[in-house]
């Protein structure tokens, strides 16, 4: 079963798809990527994610499709041969899994309320926000390049968006984000991860990324200034 067609539902510069990509690569997995105008939603994707009707979606040949980005990365991981993702001992591998889990949840939900909130709320979530990076990074193991080890692991997987995506902020707005005097770790960490062979092949073509992201420019610079003061 493992050595039947993969595709990839995605779309063009999400965090989310890039986990999928990645995983996939890591494990020497062939797949085709059919991206998806997330704004006109295909018929494809509203038939294989009726519930949440979102990306990635992992078609794996005749199987019920897989949805969420980490489930697909884990699924991935269980299903290929390569090398493993997920840390091989039970402990090392629960730990794993509770700090994706905050990643989505506590990290993005602060994350997100900086976009929606304004004057003391987004001082407020920014304060929030740089203090779950100092949790993060306090996760990275001492002498390792990655928080899988010497090579990227799912945490790291997990943790692409702020390798990558973060950076493209910080060149809109000019602000910092990840400062090296406060994060020195984590800044690293980024460089490392950005600059792996397998995970530069799923990074979104830059000036593309940027073209999209800069008519948020306002709102990014409101967020950043918010972060810069904490």
């Known amino acids: 079963m493992s050595e039947s067609p993969v595709k990839l539902i995605g779309c063009f510069g999400s965090p989310f798809?890039?986990?999928?990509?990645?995983?996939l690569r890591l494990k020497g997995v062939p797949y085709e990527l059919v991206e998806e105008d997330l704004s006109n939603k295909s018929d494809l994707l509203l038939k294989h994610n009726p519930v949440h009707q979102k990306v990635p979606v992992l078609l794996h040949g005749d199987l019920p499709a897989i949805c969420e980005s980490l489930v697909i990365v884990e699924y991935v991981d269980e299903v290929f041969d390569g090398p493993p993702l997920l840390p091989s001992k039970p402990l090392a591998r629960a730990a794993a899994r509770f700090w994706a889990s905050f990643v989505d949840k506590q990290f993005r939900e602060s994350w997100i309320a900086m976009f929606s909130a304004d004057g003391e709320a987004q001082v407020a979530s920014a304060r929030e926000t740089k203090a779950n990076l100092t949790l993060i990074e306090g996760q990275l193991p001492e002498g390792k390049r990655f928080f899988g080890g010497d090579s990227v692991g799912y945490l790291d997987?997990?943790?692409?968006?702020?390798?990558?995506?973060?950076?493209?902020?910080?060149?809109?707005?000019?602000?910092?984000?990840?400062?090296?005097?406060?994060?020195?770790?984590?800044?690293?960490?980024?460089?490392?991860?950005?600059?792996?062979?397998?995970?530069?092949?799923?990074?979104?073509?830059?000036?593309?990324l940027l073209a999209a992201l800069t008519p948020?420019?306002?709102?990014?610079?409101?967020?950043?200034k918010a972060m810069a003061t904490q």
């Open 17 to 23: 798809v890039h986990r999928a990509e990645v995983a």
């Open 157 to 208: 997987i997990v943790l692409g968006g702020i390798a990558h995506w973060m950076e493209m902020f910080e060149e809109i707005t000019g602000v910092p984000l990840l400062a090296e005097e406060e994060h020195p770790a984590l800044c690293r960490w980024a460089r490392e991860y950005t600059a792996d062979e397998i995970v530069r092949q799923c990074l979104p073509d830059r000036d593309r």
């Open 216 to 224: 948020k420019r306002d709102t990014f610079v409101s967020i950043a």
